[in-house]
């Protein structure tokens, strides 16, 4: 495995990561979810996300459950807060009542002292951003996380945090957790740019497209095991899921075999090529997929090739 800083930090994170959404506490069996941690881990990987949504919080002890038996320190875990996780006005947000109950919970819930990263979920329009970076800090100083940081906020917003966090001396966000592959690169035009400004890494999810860039979609076809055949999560798939994708998809596997690897490998390999992205946060329903994962981390993009793949998807 390599390791990278996240960000301007000294906290160094595997380049391949492993995440809880979609999968476990839900669609995996706990037995199998925990063989495929227990496989991250032995190949080097020390990044695992969660949040306390993730089927209710059933995510984080999962994955927090199958860490336990390796020392604290040698593994980096998340958690979240943002999206509503019950009825009550106060159950979302990101408002100091909810950001410190929800770190307290999910703490309880993974049975450990610390996270080392808490991430905020969305940015929350309802709530100043103030309110939420001091209860951040005061969660800081009390050792019960490590790091702060946010998901899918936009350039204008990290920036706005920045602000305030050094106005008020308060901790920075130091990780920002977007979406990024093949066939969404929004983030390269500003989000990149004003991250790297502040020293801010990228945790980018949905590094394969949800399944789309494995291929395994190719002709439309929909197999029956996969995300998109899953009644629950297929709206994240579907919409991508058109021609123009495929023979996009098509022609990018073309270019993988020439280079005798694979598509995903060539997926992961194109996006660590950024130096702002600090890991690629990966999901994986069996070891067998996390092995095939981490092999990107061996895989250099020529010029010639980066080149045949902007054109591609141009």
Not at 161 to 186: F, H, S, T
Not at 214 to 230: D, H, I, L, M, Q
Not at 255 to 270: F, S, V, Y
Request: with cysteine.
């Amino acid at each position: 495995m390599k390791y990278r800083r996240l960000g301007k930090t000294g906290l160094k994170v595997s380049e391949i990561s492993l995440g809880s959404w979609l999968t476990y506490g839900k669609t995996v069996e706990d037995n199998i979810a925990e063989k495929t941690i227990h496989k991250a881990f032995e190949l080097g990987i020390n990044f695992f996300d969660s949040a306390n949504v993730y089927e209710r919080g059933e995510g984080e002890r999962v994955m927090a459950q199958a860490l336990k038996e390796y020392p604290r320190e040698s593994y980096v875990i998340t958690t979240k807060a943002f999206w509503p996780i019950g009825d009550g006005p106060n159950d979302r947000g990101l408002s100091r009542k909810h950001v410190i109950e929800q770190v307290h919970n999910s703490l309880k819930r993974m049975k450990l002292d610390y996270v080392d990263i808490f991430y905020c979920h969305r940015y929350d329009p309802e709530t100043p951003v103030e309110e939420t970076l001091r209860a951040i800090d005061d969660l800081i100083r009390q050792g019960k996380i490590l790091y702060a940081g946010v998901s899918e906020w936009s350039a204008a917003q990290i920036e706005e945090a920045a602000g305030i966090a050094d106005k008020y001396l308060l901790d920075r966000i130091v990780v920002n957790q977007p979406v990024y592959n093949m066939l969404n690169r929004y983030i390269e035009k500003e989000v990149i740019p004003v991250s790297e400004k502040y020293g801010i890494g990228q945790v980018v999810f949905s590094p394969l497209a949800q399944g789309v860039l494995t291929g395994k979609y190719t002709g439309g076809k929909v197999p029956e095991n996969s995300r998109a055949a899953n009644e629950a999560i297929n709206t994240f798939v579907k919409g991508m899921l058109n021609e123009d994708v495929f023979a996009k998809v098509d022609q990018l596997d073309g270019l993988a075999k020439e280079a005798g690897i694979t598509l995903p490998e060539l997926a992961l390999a194109w996006i660590l090529r950024k130096p702002n992205v600090a890991s690629a946060l990966i999901g994986a329903s069996k070891p067998e997929q996390v092995e095939q994962n981490v092999k990107a981390i061996d895989v250099t993009l020529s010029d010639d090739l980066l080149e045949q793949i902007e054109e591609i998807l141009s």
